[in-house]
């Protein structure tokens, strides 16, 4: 009984050490799954630098929130004008699945449209969870996809609680 004993400690340490090694790669490999373990432990200038030090993004080409001021004034004086908005998180596995498989397709299928813009608010670093939407309204979740419309200077807003996929938003605002 001694030997199976021994056997199934053996055993027992052989699947933890492979399960420190898969996620050891995983921490180095998938930037979303480092980010929610450093968030746990680290602050967010620390939790950058260990990120680039890993080769992971800054999202430099992403609008940074800043919570006390993150309204961003528009100023459209006729026509209509549509804003897309992806409130979005490093940490949210879904906003990273978001901006790799639609955000960048919308960004390219709208370039040269002049009434429809394409806009990411990047809510990595808000602590404070106060980011609200252009028309003021809370955020629920991530990520949240917002579209504000502006006819002659007068501006909606409704939340999109379509699909994700980038042909279904593409279908979508074409329909506004």
């Excluded at 056997?7 to 492979?18: C, D, E, G, P, R």
């Excluded at 908005?85 to 990273?96: F, L, R, S």
């Excluded at 397709?105 to 808000?126: E, G, H, M, P, R």
């Excluded at 979740?141 to 999109?160: A, D, H």
Aim: proline share 2%; with cysteine.
């Amino acid at each position: 009984m001694n030997g199976l004993g021994n056997n199934f400690t053996s055993n027992i340490y052989n699947v933890l050490f492979y399960i420190f090694i898969i996620l050891a790669i995983a921490f180095i490999v998938f930037e979303s799954f480092r980010l929610c373990v450093l968030k746990v432990f680290f602050d967010d200038s620390t939790i950058r630098s260990i990120n680039s030090f890993f080769g992971g993004s800054n999202n430099e080409s992403s609008e940074k929130v800043k919570p006390e001021n993150n309204k961003k004034k528009e100023n459209f004086s006729s026509g209509k004008q549509i804003i897309f908005t992806a409130y979005t998180a490093d940490w949210c596995p879904h906003c990273v699945t978001f901006k790799n498989e639609s955000y960048g397709k919308l960004q390219n299928y709208f370039a040269n449209n002049s009434n429809i813009k394409i806009t990411n608010v990047d809510c990595t670093n808000d602590n404070s969870g106060n980011t609200k939407t252009r028309a003021g309204n809370s955020l629920q979740g991530f990520p949240t996809l917002v579209i504000n419309t502006v006819v002659n200077g007068k501006m909606t807003e409704e939340m999109y609680e379509g699909s994700r996929d980038a042909n279904a938003i593409i279908s979508y605002l074409k329909g506004l």
